[in-house]
Structures are given as C-alpha cells and as structure tokens.
C-alpha cells in the first residue's frame, strides 16, 4: 500500500532532500567562525580565571564558596538537563521521528548556545577596558536560556523542517534573541528572571510566524506518522518531567543571591503542582469517556512554570504562585483541544508540539502577572532594600516606583511579541528558499529522510529514497 | 479471541470505569480548596522573604551562602527527581500500563505535595506571633518525603485503583502521615532523617493493608497484562537507577549541615552498593540456570537505601553500612522469590510492585538498626557536641541518655506500624465503596481503561468500552 | 529458521554459560571481602565525622558550608548519574542486549566503587597515625572515576562476555587503575583533573587489549543481533545526552576550589558543544546521502568532553576548548567509518561500543594538549599563585617549571598507555580460561543467554538453553 503511495507520489515531488553538503558546510563554516570570533572576543572572567586568589584578596572575600559558581552550578546543570532532556525528549514523542526529535535539538542548542555567548557577550558582558567578553558561569545559564527560545520554535516546526533550515533558523533566532532581550531588560528595564517574555512568548510566536510562513496545505499527506506509539509517549514523558522537575531551577537560575533564588524556587514549585491538577480536571472533562490525553499530561502541566517565569522572584505569594498554575492548566489544555485545531484550520498555523498551548498564552499570561505584581510592589512588602534589590531600582532607575515598573513590564512583553512575530515572518521567508533540502509534504515526520534507521524496524519502504 | 473474551465479560462487569465528572470535580474542588488555605496559612519563611537582607544584618550572617537554600537546594532537586522521575519510571514495567505508572504518580505526587506542605507547616513550622505557615526550601523537602510514603502504597495497589480512588488514598495518606511523624519525630524524640519508619514503614504497611482490604479473588483475568514486555523492563531500569544514584540526597537531604549531610551520603552510598551484589547473587542463584530477573534487578537492589534511612546520619560506620545492604539485598530478593507468592495466596495481599520486598521488610530492619545504632552512641564516639547534634539532645531531651533514645527508637518504629496498618484498613474500608470508578477485575493492568491510548498499537479489542 | 539454526549449532556449542554457582559464588565472597576490608581500614574523614564541630573550632572555620561537602557534592552527583546512567544507557543500543547492556554496568559499577575506596584510599587516603583510610565525598568521586575505567572497557566486550568474567576485568582493572593513578599523579607529578589520561586512555586500551586476547573469529554467528532498533537507539541516547551534559561536573569534580572547577567547567562545556557540530558534519559528509547516523551522534558527540580532560583546569582558553572539539569530533566521527573496521579485520580488536573512537583516540588527544598547554603555562597568564595553585608547585615540586611540568604530562600518558595495553593482555589470558561462563560465537549480544526474558516479546526460540 505504502510502495504504491510513494511511487504515486514521485511524481509530485520535487524537493531534494539530501543535504550531505549543505549540512555539513553549515556545521564546518560556522564552527570555524566561532573559533575565530571566540579567539577574538571571549575570555574567562574575575570568577573563573587564576587571578580570582589575587581577587579575593583585593575585594576581601574570605573563602572560595563565595564564587558565583557555588551560588548557580546546582542551577545551571538542571537547565542543561532541560534543554537536551527536558526539550529534546519532549520531542519524541511521534512515531517515527525520534531520532530527528531529540537529535536535531542536541543540534540546534550544541550550535546555539556558542552564538548566544557571543551575541548576549556583546550586550551584556563586554569589558570596555580592553574589548573582551568575560564569562563565567552565569553567562553558560544565560546561553542556555537564550538557546530555550530556538527549541520552543523548533516545537512547532518539528518534522517539517531540514537540520539546514533548524542551523538558519538558530543563527537568527540568537541574534534577534540577544537584540529583544537587551531592548527588555536593559533599556525598558523590566525584570524578566524566568524568561516569560524574554523566551517562552518570543520563542513561541517566532516559532509559529515561521510555521505560517511556511504552511503546508497538503500536511495530511503524512497523517501517518502524525502521532505517537505507546512507548514513544513514555519517551517523551521523560521529557516532561524533566522540565517539570527543574523547573524551579530555570526560574531561579539566574535571580539574586539569597533570598531571591529560595523565593522563585518556591513559587515555581508550586504554581506547577497547581497545573498539573487542573490539566488533568480538564483533560478529563473534555474528553470522551473521561480518558485522560497523553498530549495534554506531557505538555499542559508545564504551562504553570512558564506562567510564573516573570514573577517568580517577585512577591507572588504561595497561593498566587497556585492560582497562575491553576489558570493555566485549564487554559493550555482547552488550547490543545480547542485552538490548536482552530489556528491550523483557519490561520495556517501548523504547530506540531503545541508551542501555542505550551509556551505562547502562558508566557503572555506571565508577562500580565509580572506586570501586575510588579505594580502591586510595596515597601511595607519587601522592605526597603528588598524592593530595591528584587527590582534593581539602581542607577539611572534609582527613583523608579512599582507602578512605573508594572508599565514598564507591559512595555517589554509588547516588545517580546513584535520580535517573536517580525521576526519570525522574515526568518521564515528567507526559509522558503527552495535550496535547504526541506521534506516533502508525504515526507514529513519521518526520520527516513534525514536518517539511517536500522533496517529492521523500518515500516515503510524506503528504496524510493 | 480477545473480543470474543470482552463480549463474554460485559455480562458479569458491573463497574463504571468512567471517572468523566468524579475525577475533574475532585481535582479542581481540592485545588480550589488548597488555594484558599495556603492564601490563609502560608506564607515565605525569613530565608525566602525579601526581608532577608535585614534578617541578615540582625543575625550577623556574613554572606548569602548561609542561606540554607544553598546547603540544601541540590538535594532536594535530587528528591524531586526520585519523586517524579524515580518512583515514576519504576512502575511503568508492566506492558500496557506504563501511562497509569508515571501519570498517576505524577498526580498524586503534585496534588501530595501541597496538602503535605499545609498538614507538615501546622505541626512544624507554624509561627505563632501570626499563625501562618513560614516554608522555605526544608519544607519543600518534606512534603516531597511526605509524598514518598503515599507513592509506596501506590506502588503495591498498581493497576488495580482509578485515579480518584488515588486522590482519596492520597489525601488521607499525607494526613496520617502527617500525624504519625509529628508523634514520632516530636513526641517520642525518635530520629529518621531518612524515613526507614517514617516513610517506608508507614507508606508500605499502609498500601499492603489497603491491598488486602481491596482483595480481588478474581485478578487472574488480567494475568495476560500482568508481567513487563522487553522495553517496559528498560523504562523501568530508568526509574531504578534515578532512585539509587540519588538515594544518598535522600537520606541527608534534611540531616545536620556540614557532617550530618556528608555522613549520611557515604552511609547511603555505600549500603547500596552492598545491596547490589547480593541481590544479583540470590537473584542468580534461585533462578533456573542461574539467570538473573529484571524484577530483583529493579526493585531489590534499593533496599539497602531504605534501610540506612534511619542510621545514615548516625556513625554507623562504612562497615556497618555494607552489612545492612548485604543482609537487604539478600532478605528483599528472597522476598519476591517466596514471600510475596505467599502473601498472595495466603495472605490475599495482591501487591504489584512487591513493595513488602523493597520498603516493607528493608524499613522495620532500617527501624532496628537506627535503634540499634543509637543505643549504642557514646561521647567517646561523638564527642559530647557531637553526640547532642547529632541526636538532639536539647530542650527537653537535654539529659537523654543513647540507650533511652534507642527504645524511643523502637517506639518509633511500632507507631510507623499502628499508623500504616491501622490507617490502611480504614482507607481501604472507604476505598471499597462502589463509588470510585475502579476497573473490573479483567481489566486491571490496563491503560485503556483511563487513558486515550494510541490507535496503532492496541493490543485489545476497545470497542467495549 | 532460527529455531533450526539453533537446533544445528547445538552440536557445535561446547560452551557452558550457567553461571548459576560462580555468579553467586563471586558477588557474595568478594562482598564479604569489602565488609572485612572495611572493617578494617575504613573510617569517616574530619569533615564527615563528628568531631568535624571540634575540627571546625580548631581551624578557624566559620561555617558549616566550608565543609568540602557542598562544594563537591553537585559535581559528585553529575558524575554518579554518568557513571550509572550515562555508560549504563549507552550500552543499551543493541537490539537484545539492553538488559545486559545496563545491568552488568550497574553490578561493575557497584562492586568496583567499593573496591576503588580500598585501592585508591592506601595509596593516597590512608592516616599513617592510625593505619586508617579516611574517607569524604571526594573519596566517593574518586571512586566514581575510577569505575569509569572499567565501564569504558566493558564497552569494548559489550555482549561477547560472562557476568563473572566482568567482576574479575573489574577486580583487576581497579587494582591497576590505582597503581597507573598513583605514578602518574604522585610519582611523575602528572595533572589529570579530568582523567584523559587516567581513565580514557588507560580504560580503553584496557578493554581493547581484553578484546584482542578475547578475539572471536566467528562472532559474525551473532551477526542478526548486532546493531540497534529504534527504540534501543532512543534508549542509548539518554544515555549520550546524561553523559554529555555532566561532562563538565565530571572534569571540574576534583579540580581546585574557586576558579579551577569554574574554568573547567567553562571548557568543558565549550569543548563538547563544538564536538557536536564537526561530529553531525562527519556523519552526514561520510554517509550515502547526507544521512546522519545515530551512532556517531550517540558516541563522537562526547570525544570533546574527552579530550580536554586533562587541560580543562588549566589556561587552555575558550576558543582553544572549542578547537579540541573541532578536531575530535571530526577525528571519532572518522574512526566510526574506517578505523573500527579496519580494527576488526586486521588486528583481531573487536569493539563492540567503538570506545577506540570515543576513548582511545581522544584520551590520547587529551594528554598530549594536556602537555602542551602546561608546557606553554607561564606566571603573565596564570600570575604567581595562580601558577603555583592549578599545577601545585608545591613541596617536592616547588621549583618545577611549566615546560617540565609538560614533560611529565607527556611521561604521565605513556605510563597509562603501558598499564592499559599491558594489563589488558595479562587480564585477557586470564578471562580466556575457560571456566568463567562466557558465551558461545554464536550467543553473543543476547540478553537470553544470562537474563530472564519476558516471554511475550523472545524473538528467537529459546527452548535450547
């Protein structure tokens, strides 16, 4: 049946989709380029070079635990696990594209993560005093932060794109990255600690703008292998509950010392056990039977943990921290059941892991809270050197008042939309060129085209390839 | 033939599996209902408040690093992992009920979590000036613990329940435990900073007692679900090896900082590794041609944790620490060979994870050796401050002598028994009624029953259903 | 037709894989041995004893997270998951070896640690006062690293041997890993933070000389179960990606406090990212079609993280990191395609896991930019105490210079090429004896032959064993 569908098909198709030099010229030419820019412009900073003994001495540290690296290691390594298990395994979970699910994403952050050093470098961590960007640790979790915003987008492009078209849509996706997040926090000065608006809303709309820039009218072609196996769903929840899980780390990672890495833990922590419930409630009521729905336990329990992204350092409160969850499991839920299927029908938005359910409402949703708990900030609240240390009101922002901050968050979620959405559109032009080896519309999600599957296992036959 | 079978058994199936409204109602009243209590109740403790800073300054404390946010945060991200991940994966073994193993533990586990944090804050961490609840990251920890002993009784009613019935057991389990450790813990004085009494005592007893009063004469209609397929037995090896490696965070996540912490880790480490090899030994030796069976592999090789639990932060010295894994290794194999076919049959104890063999049994010998190991403390051991920390010898219990705290001990240990047994009877009395949706006894072990399952690969005939 | 072919090798088979007494026999005597051993030498160090209150007042220590627990106690769990998870998983790829795979990793794995205390603690732990080994959590990392030495070389016999004879490569390889250790570190005064030398590069030609001794003429008998499904290819990638995101705790676990475990960190993670990108253009330059092949994403991703084992706590800078993952990305990619089979066709190495690729040829790699860059080191980039510090000019070694210290580097990987290729060949006319339960030319990389399969998915008869 499959033998005389595809032979059928090669008449339509046209598309080429080896990529055996495209591929590895991208991967050869732009590691090349990264050695040669990280010759020039990286360097390890106060923390993490040998004169951090001289250091300590000059700036009366007294012992070696006071090394940033002590406050943010335990941190940074759960983001990593999130960003290679946590996105990568969440990918697996269709039938037959596994491999490029969790592969390509080992792809795209392994590239990204060196160009984010070197674009957030240059905004945030350059030394005037003689043109170098200095890192350490908090730079890794940042780079690791900004690579989020490309895997989200890669979420609903998944099976739909080459690994050529993933390398382009990574370069531009860092750089637009590091310009929106330079203009959010630095500029509008909002506070932006979980990435709400920094990376789940502009990653989420970036990755859906290219999903409309390159619709697929004849998608259904490879209604075959959209969806899942019984063990590619427990696949990917490994996936899910490593994001779950560590969350809290991700919202923490890069806020205060003290005080304000316990509180975002704790607030994150809650407001996704909160999620959970109601994505169950929901899953449940909506269902036929009130059989519970893999998609939505895999993807909708974690819309909590973005929702809470903005205001996790801020004073939520635990039962605040409960009601974002709360709303949000209901809301990312009745997405994946109502919007989705809506957005592809009518919009030509076909969004293959539900970035919109997952990442887009809630990371709009947290921008709001942010903006409102910001406003909402009081002395008598966080005490004076509180409220200064929580929102940085430091420098050119030393007068600035909660309610001028809330605007000014409102202003920067504005900002992450107009980024996500522009830029997505003129990424995804430039990836309709016909030369980056994209699959045809029968030969989507289907690591055949891009991979060699062991033989024996191989359900459909592959010598048209 | 299985439809054939299905037709057959519609005459005799008298239950309504269908959890449509039960399980969202249930869902969002109680979240609804832990909103507004922790909106009454808990509150950021003064190492998650903003007010830090000043607390700081008051207490003459010289950096943020001695915020126990940082001694404590990479264990508890350690414990969050055994919880979700860990116990999650271990019960996915069976062939098609991989999605009820880690969904309803995932279930149980977010919903556990904030009652355990409500129920534990008014026994422990009740500030009086107000009557709120202060938690920061130690409680976070305990409600994961909390969470720990109701996932145990999960483990021995696998299959077998619907996930209201969960909540209910859920809910009624954090509350005995609750009670139960506060008796032990601050009335009786015992230490368990791993929870061989507390947790594994309790937790265990409490599911057996529930399994024997849910007693399915008839569960051999599943049998044809009972048992793993090849890939189930490697997601499960996940959960296996995420619980040992993180075992040792388990047992000192809540211990003393500084040698507390570090003693409890090499205890832990070092037992598990004895329960390895003799788990494979008895494995091998009581097998047919000396094979080795996942199921030991899976399960036995943990005991060695549970039973260290109590004596970890004692000096039970490196030795000590092997015995007990020798002697849990050898008793917890033994036990899925003999014992748990006996309970069975016998006992009419259907227990699917055999968590008799892995908490049961490995907790009461963790209860005895903890009492052991702490009438047997002495100043020359410990040094005198070492010994009053170590046990805490303070307060009331000023003039504690190690043997008195070795027969609290053991007092310990029999209310962990009161409770789990006791409780589970009651629990398992209102489990019984017929109102809870639980599956039909040939349709145990099956995740048709709750779950939208993938289309291409049902085994089964679900056009019943 | 396997069931014929099977019936027709029985005539042939000679080979006896019971090893229902040995097995048993060897877990059970050598654990016994441990609880002796320890009784005997092993004992808490200061900081996990306690009297550390005491040993805190005397040295002056402020506070309880000076104890060298909390700066190692993250990294020593990264390494844990590695060593369990990371080779464990990685060894699942095979069809029908997934439970042998991870396993047997779990049983050397927790027999190995313990001898390792032993082995490792006479020679660098051991309090001459009172002939005790002392042990703390970088005993336990230690330990952890040294197993990694024999894990490596089960990856070259994966599926060709008998539990009992892992137990013994396992014996003897942790003997002679701690002799190598002990010249290469204390008498040649070699650094190896990361262990390219001392664990990759000893670890592989350890396994490889096995391999040889062990050659099997007619292993192509076993041919239908070599290579991977799909789903065993998705399980070894959990394996790769734990591996390849811990990397940089594994390399920075024992480097110096402060900024030694942050540059190492910083590196590693640089070195492995770059790995990424050259070993995805290999795989698709180098295949027909431009398809990438997962076992060179699964296995050369990582040879970066190898290769700057030695060098990453020194001055080795970011773009020289992201140089050593160029080169070994492209070098192990390259050894996947034409060195493996040229290895098994005319030297007689049969290699089951390519370790020569991921372990051997990077750890060489490894030592020799280990050397280099210790030879280039100078006081301008180091400054004085910096210098001193990272390669611990100190006592014996106080006037050493840097070019020398690159001489012993050099003299340091020779040794570990000489304990691996030496003690491999001797260990390997041991296992040839024929008595240790090894499996026949025909049986090999077949979870049957020492596992209890589940019945329902046996793809071959198995009523012969």
Not at 184 to 208: E, P, Q
Not at 255 to 282: C, E, F, K, P
Request: glycine residues 10%; hydrophobic residues 45%; negative net charge.
């Amino acid at each position: 049946m499959f033998f005389g569908k595809c032979k059928m098909d090669m008449c339509d198709r046209t598309k080429n989709t080896n990529v055996r030099f495209s591929l590895p010229a991208v991967c050869v030419v732009w590691q090349t380029a990264m050695i040669i820019l990280f010759g020039v412009f990286i360097r390890y900073d106060e923390e993490s070079d040998p004169h951090w003994l001289e250091h300590k001495k000059l700036n009366n540290i007294s012992s070696d635990i006071e090394n940033d690296f002590y406050f943010r290691y335990p941190s940074f390594q759960d983001v990593h696990v999130m960003i290679f298990v946590g996105f990568g395994f969440l990918m697996t979970f269709l039938k037959r594209y596994s491999f490029g699910g969790v592969g390509f994403n080992f792809l795209i952050a392994a590239f990204g993560l060196q160009w984010a050093l070197l674009m957030q470098g240059w905004f945030h961590s350059l030394d005037y005093t003689d043109g170098k960007i200095k890192i350490g640790i908090e730079n890794l979790i940042n780079a690791d932060f900004c690579v989020a915003g490309c895997l989200i987008a890669y979420g609903a492009l998944l099976g739909k794109v080459s690994p050529v078209q993933l390398m382009v849509l990574t370069l531009f996706g860092i750089t637009l990255f590091a310009v929106e997040e330079y203009i959010i926090l630095n500029l509008i000065h909002a506070r932006d600690a979980g990435g709400s608006m920094v990376i789940h809303t502009f990653g989420a709309y970036y990755g859906l703008s290219i999903s409309w820039m390159l619709y697929r009218p004849n998608l259904d072609q490879s209604s075959r292998l959209q969806g899942s196996v019984y063990h590619s769903d427990v696949f990917a929840t490994i996936g899910t509950l490593f994001l779950w899980m560590f969350w809290p780390s991700f919202n923490s990672a890069i806020t205060d010392h003290g005080d304000g890495q316990h509180r975002a833990v704790i607030n994150t922590y809650l407001a996704l056990a909160s999620t959970v419930l109601t994505t169950v409630a929901m899953s449940s009521l909506f269902q036929k039977h009130g059989k519970l729905d893999m998609v939505h336990v895999q993807n909708s329990t974690l819309a909590g943990g973005v929702a809470v992204g903005t205001a996790a350092e801020f004073m939520l409160m635990p039962y605040g921290s409960l009601i974002v969850g709360f709303c949000c499991g209901v809301i990312s839920t009745l997405g994946y059941i109502y919007i989705s299927p809506f957005l592809e029908k009518y919009m030509k938005v076909q969004d293959t892991c539900g970035v919109h359910n997952l990442h887009a409402m809630p990371g709009v949703i947290g921008g709001i809270v942010g903006a409102i708990t910001a406003a909402a900030a009081s002395e008598s609240v966080y005490g004076h050197e509180g409220l200064v240390k929580t929102f940085d009101f430091e420098g050119a922002f030393e007068k600035m008042e909660p309610t001028t901050q809330g605007g000014h968050q409102a202003g920067g979620l504005c900002v992450a939309l107009i980024f996500g959405i522009g830029g997505g559109m003129i990424v995804g032009a430039i990836l309709r060129l016909p030369i980056w080896g994209d699959p045809a519309d029968d030969n989507c999600f289907d690591d055949e085209t891009y991979w060699e599957v062991p033989e024996d296992e191989e359900i459909f036959d592959s010598s048209i390839y």
